[in-house]
């Protein structure tokens, strides 16, 4: 059973920074994209960031030039780097991994969550 494992939440004043981590663990497996959503209390989640298995790229306008995405290929992990934190970033961040697995072909695994809060 292939899992996410997130880490790296927690409280933060604005205009500070945290770095969230998410691996992937659990039998043999590929992926494909990896990426970051929040959800906030009473809105829909979103999706804060996603990266290709080459390197590519892309952010919600609300977060470019704040946050960061990265991948670690071999450790199967990626990375938000969060800069210059609102209060509006305030939600649970969840890391999703589009990945392959032989006999059960494509599909996507969440992670448990984490808190980030952003307050004075």
């Known amino acids: 059973q292939v899992q996410l494992v997130e880490s790296g939440g927690g409280l933060v004043q604005p205009g500070g920074s945290l770095r969230l981590s998410c691996a992937a663990s659990?039998?043999?497996?590929?992926?494909?994209?990896m990426g970051w959503y929040r959800q906030a209390p009473g809105k829909q989640r979103e999706l804060v960031a996603g990266?290709?298995?080459?390197?590519?790229?892309n952010y919600a306008d609300s977060v470019k030039g704040r946050f960061t995405i990265s991948r670690d290929n071999a450790k199967g992990t990626v990375y938000l780097q969060m800069n210059s934190l609102k209060p509006e970033d305030t939600a649970v961040y969840y890391c999703n991994a589009d990945l392959w697995q032989p006999l059960r072909g494509r599909r996507d695994y969440w992670g448990q969550g984490t808190q980030v809060t952003v307050s004075s």
């Open positions: 990266i290709t298995s080459g390197g590519r790229t």
């Open positions: 659990g039998g043999a497996f590929s992926i494909n994209t």
